[in-house]
């Protein structure tokens, strides 16, 4: 069934699932179009051409009753593939608007040959002076990897005039003022319906606001061969869901309960119970053999009542943990620690241990106090414990995701977990950092960063290393909240997501 023409509100779950998982910045993107060129004698003008054929067949199975466009020019080779739409849509027998930014006489090269090629075909091209009332589909064709700075004047101005209107937008390879590189608008961006990407998926797509901006995402290779693709390394590659689940396979008949590890999670400062609870849940939930939780004395004998196959422990004082450190397996601090006394003795006495060591919430905050560098610990921020680990701003920090998860990584090493949309995981070169493509804003809910601590603290207790139980973690996470999310992702809770993590670990949720 295709959406009726107008139906702004077409936007289905963005089914990423059927793409590449390379993921490229626009410099790599440049250096394969270059590459293509070098090495066969395809043109730019090849190209173009097949981007925007590409893209207008995809207008006609999935808008089939769309039959008046209104092309968004501006003056770069973006706009090239918009006056390749247009022209196909002119063949088509559609009605046909090209409304462009940029005087077409100022237009070069391919771009300028395209729009004269439309023109010999008949077709028109009018100066933007805001959108027609009625049209049944906007092609966005203003700017594509070649954005380099702000939207301002007239180009902040229609990519309003495109978000306010009611009609469904089509993204030619980029939302127009979405950073290829980061998912950072650039004072704002175009909000797409769908956006069809061009030789290879960029970065931004699906970290900060790539998720919410790109609608779904459609890929268009253009037939680049393999040989020349394998010849740039992409930026960053996307969570591959089944190797992730071929990785937890099934259990040995053998098992026993010291067979999948003991996770000992250290939080809960007075008042912060319930951080460390779900942290312990979520650890059972994944599979770890065993969970013991090191707590405050204030609570620590309710903290089980209502699971009691926790083991809860109180602890005063870092020396009370010694015992409990020596049977973990692996131990996770941060839940609901706070920054007090309690909290900074027991941090003090594991920063060093000779454990692998998940680091979250104000264990991260202590760490930003007195920076210390492990190869073997993941450390799980979400933006604002990220900047002041880096101490930067948070929005520093999301205007360019990607670049701080390795910042973050280069200086305090081991695997680093930046949460948000998009989660990054950064394990250090030279595997480029991986972004989960899953998840949905149901996770922006107290407790769901305690429950990854616990899925990840797991995942190590039962053999994976943790760059694999950070990948693993987080997409098991998400999925687990997008199962969730069916009931409503408004009101979704923590423990919602815990319910799901069986069912999506064993497999019954591929999908
Ligand atoms: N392999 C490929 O890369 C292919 C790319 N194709 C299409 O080409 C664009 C990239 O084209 P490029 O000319 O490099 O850049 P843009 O068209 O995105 O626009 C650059 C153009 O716009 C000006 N500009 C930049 N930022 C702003 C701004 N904030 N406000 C106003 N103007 C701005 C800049 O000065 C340039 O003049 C790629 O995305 C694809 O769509 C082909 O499809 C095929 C292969
Ligand atoms: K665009």
Redesign the pocket.
Known sequence: MHPPAGDKTYRALPAVRHLPYALYRADE??A??RA?LDESDLT?AD??E???QAAYRLIRSRWSSARSLTVLC????????GYVVARAAVGHGDQVRVLTLVDPARLRGD?LAMAQVYRAAGGAIEPFAGLPQRTDLIVD?L??????????GP?LAAVQAVNAHRAPVLA???PS?LDADTGAM??DAVRASATIS??GLKVGFFTGEGPERCGRIHFAG?EIPATTLARVLPSARRIDWRRVADRLGPRPRTAHKGTFGHVLIIGGAPGFSGAVRLAGEAALRAGAGLVSIATHPDHARCLNLTRPELMVHAVDTAADLAPLLERATVVAIGPGLGQGAWGRDLWLAVVSLPRPLIVDADALNLLAEAPAARADWVLTPHPGEAARLLGESTVQVQRDRPGAVSRLQRRYLGVVVLKGAGTLIDAGPPRPPAICSDGNPGLASGGTGDALTGIIAALVAQGLDPDEAASVGVCVHARAADVAARDGERGMLAGDLIARLRAVLDGQDRR
Do not use: C, H, K, T
Request: glycine share 24%.
């Open positions: 993107l440049r394969l179009d293509a730019g190209l173009m097949r981007a925007g501006g003056g770069g080779n973006n706009a090239g593939d771009a064709a700017l594509g990897i070649g954005l380099a700075r702000d939207l301002e180009w030619l390879d980029v003022g650039r004072g061009f030789i253009l």
